[in-house]
T-cell receptor, first 115, second 112 residues
Framework: EAQVTQNPRYLITVTGKKLTVTCSQN?????MSWYRQDPGLGLRQIYY???????DKGDVPEGYKVSRKEKRNFPLILESPSPNQTSLYFC??????????????FGPGTRLTVL | SQKIEQNSEALNIQEGKTATLTCNYT??????LQWYRQDPGRGPVFLLL?????KEKRKERLKVTFDTTLKQSLFHITASQPADSATYLC???????????FGKGNQVVVIP
């Protein structure tokens, strides 16, 4: 089944404790992206990647890191989480590379709470 | 500044009627616009894409229009059913490199 998976689905942590949210897709997509969704603010892009070893900042990259060492994986790293990073996070992927109009496939979401 | 506006008030509609949602944008020149459905706590799911040179697109009970002069897209659900209750997001190619900019979404509640 074609899908985007994220782990963990739920995470409660404390300020300053480094964490990684994994994202994996099995559709051989070039494009992957991370979003956060907050009430009243909608979906905002954190980072995106057009292909392996190619990443770029989205609208709200501060406090986050990403890497794209393999095509299928795009982990989101919070080196020193803070309470304002409490949010619902979505990973997404899209085929066709740059310039394509294809749909984005979203993962199930990771609900992160930083105390 | 750039804006994508969707009605923040939920649309309550009787089963069987047509639900119509609006997506207005300013200071974007999108090559295409997409609509997604999102259920509470779940990831958005793609519904339809319409290109700038297309006026209308249909898929089953869904219809989307795109007016680049008005900078507006309309999303219609005909013969609405309770299972259509969800939040609907519009998204557009806002940055020219296939990054999507999303509206905040508009909730639809279909009353049996």
């Amino acid at each position: 089944e074609a899908q985007v998976t994220q782990n963990p689905r739920y995470l409660i942590t404390v300020t300053g404790k480094k964490l990684t949210v994994t994202c994996s897709q099995n559709m051989n997509h070039e494009y992957m992206s991370w979003y956060r969704q907050d009430p009243g603010l909608g979906l905002r892009q954190i980072y995106y990647s057009m292909n392996v070893e190619v990443t770029d900042k989205g609208d709200v990259p501060e406090g986050y890191k990403v890497s794209r060492k393999e095509k299928r994986n795009f982990p989101l790293i919070l080196e020193s989480p803070s309470p304002n990073q409490t949010s619902l996070y979505f990973c997404a992927s899209k085929g066709g590379g740059g310039g394509s109009y294809n749909e984005q496939f979203f993962g199930p979401g990771t609900r992160l709470t930083v105390l | 500044s750039q804006k994508i506006e969707q009605n923040s008030e939920a649309l309550n509609i009787q089963e069987g009627k047509t639900a119509t949602l609006t997506c207005n944008y300013t200071n974007y020149s999108p090559a295409y616009l997409q609509w997604y459905r999102q259920d509470p706590g779940r990831g958005p799911v793609f519904l339809l894409l319409i290109r700038e040179n297309e006026k209308e697109k249909r898929k089953e009970r869904l219809k989307v229009t795109f007016d680049t002069t008005l900078k507006q897209s309309l999303f219609h659900i005909t013969a609405s059913q309770p299972a259509d209750s969800a939040t609907y997001l519009c998204a557009l190619d806002g940055y020219g490199n296939n990054r999507l900019a999303f509206g905040k979404g508009n909730q639809v509640v279909v009353i049996p």
